[in-house]
């Protein structure tokens, strides 16, 4: 626990006596620094969990504190724990009188509060994790071998989820005792109560190379990042102390490996722009993803181990045009460590047949075996220098690389499939000689508990789906019993499909700009004119509303928007429209989502009305409606659906993202 306060000057106190450091970090307006002296605290006195982050935004500087946790799962002795509620404290100011600020710091300010906003749902959600004892950003084989010259596997930061908050600071030793690393996805745990018991930890690390939201995120970058890119560690260990054997089996998802968008307009099914893999910033891009993915998961120094393709799309229709791609890109490649299988599980698993997922293991298990899991032997140490006193048995060489269209549904029904028939050979590989059980035997055993261990992985698909698209996974079910349930499966999964439908329209544009802090995309300069422009526009409304303050707030929160709205329409939209009104091309909305007519007016304002939030039956009903009548006036009238979808302001496309 770190212990928060104040000075006169309201800078940030950070002390961690329960840690037993001596000195404090002071934070400040223009300095981070670590003083050796001892503070009494003052001002706002408070306890937090972790340092998430230190922020410098338009306005001023912040510090994120951790406020709450609840500890969800154990690495042996090391504890998890889940993030459940954050807070960012502005460094150096008290706004006590905003009437003394100008517009432009009032800006500044509000949109400080707006991206703050969004950076810190990411955390209330509860899909951060960090461990004080061990390091959960990397696999148990990648801390393992980070301090070990057996291979030479690249090992990076992409999992540390706070890393671009705190990279200023991480070269700094003294600094570290302070600092938290955290995770963004999902950590679960279950009891296998053979004879030993043993624990299975399921962790799922979301990466910040190419973070990002459905629509806004696609395929991979010009630098050979892919989007929704996830990997999924399985881990075993025995609960009796006389047995300290371990095991970990590490599998992949991410956006199919091509240069594609699908950039929102509205529709319910954006149209898939594949670029052309002949082109040579396009092929340098995937034959970096490629290369990346055996440099960190397979054996250079053996002919063992391979990464597995698994592409679960439609062989024809409209995803047939990524699978024909993907095939031919693999085929270009002609690389003896990169296989590609294609299993259409549309095709194979019709009338819901998911039984049939079985035979695409049939298919991999030789090469899955080969590829095998990490097996070590000792106490996973709380301290990384230490990790080579471990007794390493057996390194996984390889893994499979699994994608379908959002790699969500599909591809968690898959990872739970193969992680399931994987964990047999998991527990068997360490099961206690002088047990001589057979591998039939543990099999049988862990029927019992299949459930428990299907749950933990549905459960890791809901949070990856809520992160990426904003609703739990379609086809939960089908992970959870095996099969479909006819009325509630296809009922959820209408409501979580037109729940993605609406948010990916109107609200990803927000989230997005919160997860390019996240994945340091984010610049100053840029912050700056946005506060300039629209900033000091909406501010301005801020302070001279039309509305008089006699009227109730409930009606003036109704009346002000459209009033707004139609002063703008009026002042600008109109004169522009009779100084060019020559010109047809104009349309009725262009790509900001300015409108050039009265149709395009009444479309805008239907925009302005739709619930910010879905949390409630009533709001997603509301905003369905709504949402509907938009898309009539936009089919009606052949409006530009693209303008009016929430796009975000810091990033763009990120088609040519970089990491840093």
Same mark, same amino acid.
């Given at each position: ?40 605290? /003052? ?83 509860? #899909? ?10 990397? /696999? ?7 301090? /070990? ?212 293991? /049939? ?15 000792? #106490? ?142 984010? #610049? ?137």
């Amino acid at each position: 626990m770190l212990e928060v306060s104040r000075n006169i000057d309201n800078d940030i106190i950070i002390s961690a006596k329960a840690k037993r450091l001596a000195g404090a970090v002071i934070v400040s307006k223009t300095s981070v620094k670590l003083d050796s002296a001892k503070f009494t605290p /003052s001002l706002d006195n408070f306890k937090a969990y972790a340092l998430i982050g230190i922020l410098d935004l338009a306005f001023g500087r912040y510090v994120i504190f951790a406020k709450s946790a609840a500890l969800v799962a154990t690495v042996q002795t090391n504890k998890i724990f889940r993030l459940t509620s954050a807070e960012a404290f502005l460094v150096g100011f008290s706004i006590s009188d905003s009437n003394s600020l100008d517009e432009l710091t009032l800006a500044k300010h509000k949109l400080d509060r707006e991206l703050l906003d969004s950076i810190i749902h990411t955390i209330n959600s509860g #899909h951060t994790y960090f461990c004080e004892t061990y390091d959960i950003t990397h /696999s148990l084989q990648h801390n393992f071998l980070q301090k /070990s010259d057996v291979t030479n596997t690249h090992i990076d930061n992409r999992y540390f989820f706070n890393f671009h908050l705190l990279h200023p600071h991480l070269s700094q030793p003294e600094f570290q005792p302070f600092l938290t690393k955290i995770i963004c996805g999902f950590v679960g745990q279950t009891v296998l109560k053979l004879s030993p018991s043993y624990t299975l930890t399921l962790i799922s690390r979301l990466s910040t190379f190419r973070l990002g939201t459905r629509y806004n995120r696609r395929g991979l970058d010009l630098h050979g990042n892919a989007s929704n890119s996830v990997e999924s560690e399985q881990i075993v260990f025995s609960n009796n102390l006389s047995s300290l054997e371990i095991c970990s089996f590490v599998q992949v998802r991410g956006s199919v490996p091509l240069v594609w968008k699908q950039p929102v307009d509205l529709s319910y099914r954006p149209k898939i722009e594949a670029s052309d893999s002949n082109q040579a910033d396009v092929w340098k891009s995937i034959q970096k993803h490629m290369f990346d993915l055996k440099e960190m998961y397979t054996d250079d120094k053996s002919d063992r181990g391979s990464v597995l393709c698994i592409n679960l799309l439609n062989t024809d229709g409209f995803e047939g045009v990524l699978t024909k791609k993907y095939e031919k890109m693999v085929e270009k490649l002609r690389d003896e460590k990169i296989h590609y299988v294609e299993f259409p599980v549309n095709k194979y698993c019709k009338n819901h047949n998911y039984a049939n997922l079985e035979l695409l293991f /049939s298919r991999i298990q030789e090469a899955c075996l080969d590829n095998g899991f990490f097996i070590a032997d000792g #106490h996973v140490p709380s301290n990384i220098s230490s990790l080579n006193n471990l007794k390493i048995s057996r390194l996984q060489a390889g893994l499979a690389r699994i994608s379908c269209l959002d790699s969500l549904d599909r591809t968690n029904m898959t990872s739970a499939m193969i992680a399931k028939n994987m964990l047999n050979y998991q527990v068997y590989s360490i099961i206690p000689i002088e047990q001589n059980s057979s591998l039939q035997t543990v099999r049988k055993q862990l029927l019992i508990f299949q459930k428990d261990v299907t749950n933990l992985w549905a459960d890791s698909g809901d949070a990856i789906s809520i992160l990426y698209a904003g609703t739990r996974a379609l086809r939960s079910d089908v992970v959870r019993t095996g099969k479909r349930q006819w009325l509630k499966g296809s009922f959820d999964d209408g409501v979580n499909s037109l729940t993605r439908y609406y948010l990916n329209n109107f609200f990803d544009g927000k989230k997005q700009d919160g997860y390019d802090f996240w994945g340091g995309k984010v #610049h100053l300069p840029k912050l700056e004119k946005i506060a300039k422009t629209e900033g000091v526009m909406k501010i301005r409304q801020d302070l001279r509303p039309i509305v008089p303050d006699i009227v109730p707030e409930f009606i003036s929160s109704i009346l002000e928007p459209f009033l707004q709205a139609l002063q703008s329409f009026v002042k600008d939209t109109l004169k522009d429209h009779v100084k060019h009104q020559n010109n047809r091309k104009m349309g009725h909305i262009d790509e900001k989502g300015v409108p050039h007519s009265y149709v395009g007016f009444v479309v805008t304002v239907m925009r302005l009305y739709l619930p910010r939030y879905i949390s409630s039956w009533w709001e997603l009903t509301f905003g369905l409606v709504t949402f509907t009548y938009m898309l009539i006036f936009v089919r009606i009238f052949g409006m530009n659906g693209a303008g009016l979808v929430d796009k975000p302001r810091l990033s763009g496309n990120g088609e040519t993202d970089e990491t840093e």
